[in-house]
C-alpha cells in the first residue's frame, strides 16, 4: 500500500484537520492483518499514535457508509467500559465526503496482535473467552444505541464444500431456519486478529511474559445484536483454524468456565457454530490470508482445509 500521490491528497488534509493545534503526522506505516480496508498506523511529532481505517476495495467501500457509521456509534457507545478496552474515536467520513476513500480516524492502542503457537496459548484462549464475556454483558442504554440484528454470513444454498457425507450433514443443519434465542449486545468479528495483547514482562505492544493481558479490541465494523452463540462460534472457527480442532471445540467451556451467557442447548447451538464454520469452506483462504501476512505462512490452505473438516467433525459428533 502507498499512502503518497494524489489518490491520498484529500484524505492527509483531512487527516490535518482532525489533529491537535499545532501538531502535524511525522510518519505513516502500513498495518498488517486486515482484509475489508487498509489501515496505516500515524505517529504524531509529539509521539502520539493514531490509526486511519479506508475502505478502498469496490465491494467494501459500497458497504462503507453502514459499516463506518456502525464503528463510530459503536467506540462511542463502549467509551465508557473499562473493561472492554477500545479506540477513541477522532473522526469520521463514512461517504468519502472530504476525504479519497471512506475514513475513520482513532487512537492506537498499546499491543501486538498474537496469533502464533506458542507458551502463552493457552492463556491467551482464556482471557480472549473472558473477554467475548464482558462484550456480551453490555445493555445499551437506549434503543438508538442497540446495534442491527445480526446477517448470517452464508447459508445452505451459498455454501462451497469438498463434497461428502459429512459435509452434507452439516450442511443440511443450517438448511432449517434459524433456532429461537435471546439476543445480546455481539462484537460479530471477535476472533485473535482482533485483539491485542499486552504483558508487564515483556517490551511495550509485544504482548507476551509476565502480566499477559487484553489491551485492545479492535475491528467494530459488524457489530451486531444476537445470539451470544454465534460470537462463540465465530471465535471458535477461527481458534480451529489457527491452533488445531481441539482449541476451536473446547472454546465454548472457556467462555461458560468465565461467566459467559448462557449457550443454546445442543443441536441449537450446533446450527449456530456450523452457521459460522460453513461460511469459510472449502479452505478458509479469506481468513489466511491476513493470519499469513502475521507470520502464519504454515497455514496453507491444505493445512486449514484439514483442520476446519476435523473442526466441523467434531462438532457434529459432539451436539447432533
Known sequence: MSFDGQEWEATRAWVAKQLPEGRS????????GGWTSEM??????????????????????????????????????LAPYDDIPTPHLHAVDPTAELTDHPSLLMSLLR???RVEEDADLEARLDLLAGQLA?????????????????????????????GGPLWERAVDVIRREAPPYEGCFLHRDFHPG????????????????????????????????????LDVAHCSTAVALLYGAEYGLGFRERYEARD????????????????????YAPDAEKLAVPWRELGRTDLTPVVLGARLEAYVGGLVERYA
Not at 448462557?262 to 450446533?270: G, P, S, V
Open 25 to 32: 503526522v511525522l510518519n505513516w506505516a502500513d498495518l498488517r
Open 40 to 77: 496505516r498506523r500515524l505517529t504524531l511529532d509529539d509521539g502520539t499514535g493514531l490509526v486511519l481505517r479506508s475502505f478502498v476495495r469496490p465491494f467494501f467501500r459500497q458497504h462503507a457508509p453502514g459499516l463506518l457509521n456502525r464503528e463510530a456509534t459503536i467506540l462511542t457507545v
Open 111 to 113: 499491543g501486538s496482535v
Open 134 to 162: 464482558r462484550i456480551h454483558a453490555v445493555v445499551p442504554a437506549t434503543s438508538e444505541e442497540r446495534p442491527r440484528t445480526y446477517q448470517a454470513w452464508t447459508s445452505a444454498e451459498r455454501v462451497r464444500t469438498p
Open 194 to 229: 482482533n485483539v491485542l495483547f499486552t504483558g508487564t514482562g515483556a517490551g511495550e505492544g509485544e504482548g507476551a511474559g509476565e502480566g499477559l493481558r487484553i489491551s485492545g479490541v479492535v475491528d467494530w465494523v459488524e457489530t451486531s445484536w444476537g445470539p451470544a452463540d
Open 260 to 279: 459467559g451467557r448462557r449457550l443454546a442447548a445442543d443441536r441449537a447451538h450446533l446450527y449456530w457454530r456450523l452457521l459460522d464454520a460453513l461460511a
